[in-house]
């Protein structure tokens, strides 16, 4: 007889495919550069989209989260109080003092890239310059543990040792999560301890994106059935992207020694 267990399946991913993530991750990287050009005062996040939606296109790439479960855009526009998965709009204006954090998704070849960044419109509070900061230390203390022989927990705890030094609230029901053919691939990944064994292995690749709150770690679902809001109102950041586990000798630049591997976007 079969007795039925849960299990993950982690891909690891050939170099063949960690290729075209890198082509897909330079896509995302090009939305993330002109949304870091054109995020000002005025701008709807609508507009965002659209630019967005060009540069995918112009790059022969398709956009992951449109049709996503019913995603209507291509881009997740969230400010301030939004912490994930906010709807672009157009009569939703971006003002002088907002944060924004912009995910987008693009497939190319096969593969997903994924990622978001948080961008101040203009001149922002210091206590949102500090949410910013700390969310995107944060990723980067995340990313350090990603190495084949750490466990996923050395990323959740390094992540959550981050926003406790900044005593920063973190937002529980969302997490990271493997990356490649899908958007989302096993494992699922907490942004702070539950004591996850799982191995990483070399192939492995991770989206790494914490969300961190100036208040509560409580967030809510709005009417719209996407918008994610934290429960007190207060500003919350997002910072993502993906890194794998290198394969040990590859030596080609990209893939360094077993440690972790940032799939653009970043440029
Ligand atoms: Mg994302
Ligand atoms: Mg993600």
Redesign the pocket.
């Known amino acids: 007889y079969i007795t039925r267990i849960e299990v993950i399946m982690i891909n690891r991913k050939s170099r063949d495919e960690i290729k075209r993530m890198r082509h897909a991750g330079h896509i995302v990287a090009l939305v993330h550069k002109k949304m870091r050009e054109v995020v000002e005062p005025g701008i709807s996040t609508k507009e965002l989209d659209s630019i967005a939606m060009k540069i995918i296109k112009e790059n022969k790439a398709t956009p992951t989260?449109l049709g996503y479960s019913g995603f209507p855009a291509c881009i997740?526009a969230s400010i301030n109080e939004k912490v994930?998965h906010g709807i672009p709009s157009e009569t939703e204006i971006l003002k002088e003092g907002d944060i924004i954090a912009i995910?987008?998704?693009a497939t190319y070849g096969g593969m997903v890239g994924?990622?978001?960044w948080s961008y101040a419109v203009g001149n922002i509070s210091e206590e949102k310059k500090l949410l910013m900061k700390a969310t995107e230390e944060a990723l980067m203390a995340g990313i350090s543990k990603m190495r084949a022989g750490n466990v996923l927990d050395d990323i959740s705890g390094a992540v959550e040792d981050v926003a406790n030094s900044y005593k920063m609230g973190i937002v529980r029901q969302y997490g990271g999560h493997g990356v490649g053919h899908v958007?989302h691939e096993d494992p699922f990944l907490f942004n702070y301890r539950v004591g996850d064994q799982t191995l990483i292995k070399s192939g492995m690749v991770i989206?790494i994106?914490p969300m961190l709150n100036l208040g509560c770690d409580e967030v809510v679902v709005l009417d719209d059935k996407w918008s994610v809001v934290t429960k007190d109102g207060k500003p919350s950041a997002h910072f993502?992207q993906r890194t794998g586990a290198g394969h040990p000798g590859q030596g080609d630049g990209e893939i360094r020694g077993a440690g972790a591997v940032c799939l653009p976007p970043v440029l």
Do not use: L
């Open positions: 989260f997740c994930v995910d987008v998704g994924d990622s978001a958007m989206a994106e993502e």
